[in-house]
């Protein structure tokens, strides 16, 4: 149980925080104002190519390659992303893939994600149409269809500081902007404050640089811009950072065994030994540092004047379904972009796994065992999809849980996903687990086989992608002390 704890938890950091980070640097910006878009007009006619070095606290993990050109007339953007990352002493190399094409007044008009890692591969491409993003996820063969309401049609910049920029932003003045991220499919807000102008040494030369500082979900991340408005250095959250350099530069000396482990500096110590996390009936924690964006207090959790009593739940007779669900539960039943519970292969597959005449409780119980003895665990790289985790049958937890959800959705049970902390080795790492609805919710962890979870599984988000980003204000942040644990 402890080698599978240990290679396992670090998913829900790397996927929705890390990658996030970057994304912001190229992201699809809601229209603000007619001065910001007049502009972006204007600074169209250059063409740019800008590369830079990334950094994990002074080593070099990876580089970024952007080009902005004008093909017969059509604005085109183009980023490269190339990372080694070292995750519980793994070392995975990182692909990312950032293109589309825009219109004359510098709207987007079509786009193309592509992230390849080791063992997955993700895609997200799409187009604007009106007021709306029609998006396709997925390999070809097997691509599904969404869609995003737009209140305006959305913008491409270079980065978030580069509309800051061109909003040209008076000193300590918040803006907010609006971004689309493709590894959540989801649109949330950005706020951008301009600092004091500072010097700062760029490839040999001291440069003269307007200071922006970007607030999202929480999380704080710098950035300096020359005279041009061209990005020269970034800092972010857990030590990373992006510097401008040379095209050769950029392209030499990434680390063969990637940065410091992210998963053991996003951890949090705890003040005590929890030897049986399994066998406690409740567990007693007091928790600063948090965000009134998490999801304390509900179900087994209790939240009070900074106080989290967790207590395990009991499965009973009476732990059942009724076809009367209410309108807010049976929400869950229905399939999403990435949790493709009305697929015929997820369909096959849950046919396989239960039979009709099994009670609620033993379909949920045969779901989590198949998927904590048939999918392998091992860290990875990816943007989770239950599709995509059915095929290669391997993961970490977030492939765990968006599977287990899409397969009780697809047998009749109301899933979601939930994600937060889970105790390991005298440390809380980052974990997610899923919780179902059997006439009240219950958690379930199927990379522990567990049902419902132990206590030590601290609950501060439920719902999709989307909602696990409300992790990243508070990473880094959270202080524990372990009050009382009652078996």
Not at 32 to 60: C, F, H, L
Not at 321 to 348: G, M, Y
Not at 404 to 410: E, S
Request: hydrophobic share 40%.
């Amino acid at each position: 149980m402890h080698k599978i704890k240990w290679n396992i938890v670090w998913g829900v950091f790397i996927t929705f925080v890390f990658f996030i980070l970057l994304f912001i640097r190229l992201e699809f910006l809601q229209k603000n104002s007619e001065p910001i878009a007049d502009v972006q007009i204007i600074k169209s006619q250059r063409p740019q190519d800008t590369w830079m070095n990334i950094y994990q606290n002074g080593k070099k993990i990876g580089f970024v390659h952007r080009t902005f050109t004008n093909l017969e007339k059509i604005p085109h953007f183009n980023e490269t992303v190339l990372m080694r990352i070292n995750t519980m002493g793994v070392t995975q190399a990182l692909n990312i893939l950032t293109e589309g094409d825009l219109n004359p007044n510098m709207t987007l008009s079509s786009f193309n994600f592509t992230l390849n890692s080791n063992l997955f591969r993700f895609n997200a491409h799409g187009r604007v149409v009106k007021n709306k993003l029609i998006l396709f996820t997925g390999l070809p063969g097997a691509q599904e269809k969404s869609e995003i309401p737009l209140k305006d049609i959305p913008h491409i910049s270079g980065s978030i500081y580069d509309a800051a920029f061109r909003a040209n932003l008076e000193k300590d003045v918040i803006h907010s902007f609006s971004i689309f991220d493709p590894s959540s499919l989801s649109i949330r807000s950005i706020k951008v404050t301009r600092g004091a102008d500072e010097i700062i040494p760029i490839m040999g030369k001291r440069i003269l640089t307007k200071k922006y500082c970007a607030d999202f979900m929480g999380a704080k991340n710098c950035a300096w811009l020359s005279k041009e408005g061209d990005a020269l250095k970034e800092t972010g959250i857990l030590g990373l950072s992006m510097e401008k350099v040379s095209s050769q530069k950029a392209q030499e000396g990434i680390a063969d065994q990637g940065g410091i482990d992210f998963t053991q500096i996003a951890s949090i110590p705890s003040n005590v030994e929890i030897t049986e996390p399994e066998k406690l009936r409740e567990i007693k924690i007091k928790i600063e540092g948090i965000s009134d964006m998490l999801f304390l207090n509900n179900d087994r959790q209790t939240f009070h004047y900074n106080i989290l009593i967790i207590a395990r739940e009991h499965l009973s007779s009476s732990s059942t379904l009724n076809n009367n669900l209410p309108k807010e539960i049976a929400a869950f039943l229905k399939p999403s972009p990435l949790i493709q519970s009305d697929h015929p292969q997820i369909k096959i597959q849950v046919e396989k796994i239960i039979k009709p005449t099994d009670t609620p409780e033993q379909k949920a119980r045969k779901i989590v065992n198949w998927v904590y003895r048939n999918i392998e665990k091992k860290p990875v790289l990816s943007v989770p999809n239950a599709l995509e985790v059915l095929k290669n049958k391997v993961g970490d937890c977030n492939e765990h849980s968006v599977l287990t959800v899409a397969l009780l959705r697809a047998a009749g049970i109301p899933a979601q996903m939930e994600a937060g902390l889970v105790y390991l080795h005298g440390r809380f790492y980052w974990h997610a687990w899923i919780v179902l609805y059997l006439g009240k919710w219950i958690t379930a962890d199927a990379v522990f086989n567990q049902m419902p979870a132990d206590v030590t599984h601290i609950r501060l988000v439920r719902g999709d992608s989307g909602e696990q980003m409300n992790l990243m204000g508070v990473m880094g942040k959270i202080k524990l002390e372990v009050l009382e644990q009652i078996k």
